[in-house]
């Protein structure tokens, strides 16, 4: 009988402070190998501290996160955790997509050149073989016709498909987005959310850090609403936003709604 496989995200009793002010206070979350992770609540209530914490960007002072059973950024040594090597902790990285809110691509690089240099920087493929990756994904994300654009020639949304595509092109387990639509202008918006939700019907395990409320419902497996650095209310989304439990999770949604 073989082992159970186990979880793709795991957030074991997650604390962070910032100086005296406790951004994360003792979160436990568990995300499924395909699931969809949909994280809401009001501004300063962690949700971004935690997606960041999930590849170690952010260090947590109390607790850990394993993504499929690997421990991230500590290793346990002598009944405590660890801090393992930058060079370690950025081979961990590689296999945990991560879009963020402002984009960040290389406004040197070309669109194709900036999806094919994480993989060809890793070592995982060729250059020619990162080049016809880069083609396939900027395809998916319908840039076919954008290859040779510099980011400044692309509107806010095409910037942020490239950037769905560069972090596809590692191949990564799970895919981190903090709220990828902020950014951009309200017309622009439905373009990425699209992209975004075919990769949810793919199977690939995503969390989710969104405002948009229609979206949580439409694509997410479990909606997770955060407040005050604590998991207030969890479900599917059609229990969680349509009929919470909570008096916060209510008062919260009667306001974006």
Do not use: C
Not at 167 to 186: C, H, M, N, Q, R
Not at 195 to 214: C, F
Not at 219 to 229: H, P, Q, S
């Amino acid at each position: 009988m073989s082992a159970a496989r186990p979880a793709a995200v795991t957030v074991h009793d997650a604390h962070k402070w910032y100086g005296a002010h406790q951004v994360l206070a003792g979160i436990e979350l568990t995300v499924q190998p395909g699931q969809v992770t949909v994280i809401i609540g009001p501004s300063g209530s962690g949700k971004s501290t935690l997606l960041r914490a999930v590849n170690h960007l952010e260090k947590l002072d109390i607790g850990h996160v394993t993504v499929n059973g690997e421990p991230i950024g500590v290793r346990h040594h002598r009944g405590r955790l660890k801090e393992i090597s930058e060079r370690a902790i950025l081979a961990q990285r590689r296999g945990i997509g991560f879009v963020f809110q402002g984009f960040h691509l290389f406004p040197h690089l070309t669109v194709l050149e900036n999806v094919a240099a994480a993989p060809a920087a890793a070592k995982r493929k060729s250059r020619a073989e990162a080049a016809e990756l880069a083609r396939t994904l900027l395809g998916r994300v319908g840039l076919a016709d954008k290859v040779d654009a510099y980011p400044r020639q692309l509107s806010g949304g095409q910037q942020q498909r490239v950037a769905i595509a560069r972090a596809l092109a590692l191949e990564p387990g799970v895919i981190l987005f903090d709220e990828p639509t902020s950014a951009l202008d309200p017309e622009l918006v439905g373009e990425v959310l699209s992209v975004i939700k075919d990769l949810a019907t793919g199977g690939t395990t995503l969390i989710v850090v969104t405002h948009e409320i229609g979206f949580a419902r439409e694509i997410a497996d479990t909606v997770v609403f955060l407040d005050g650095g604590r998991i207030v209310e969890q479900g599917p989304p059609d229990r969680v936003l349509d009929r919470p439990e909570h008096p916060r999770t209510r008062e919260f949604l009667s306001k974006v709604l």
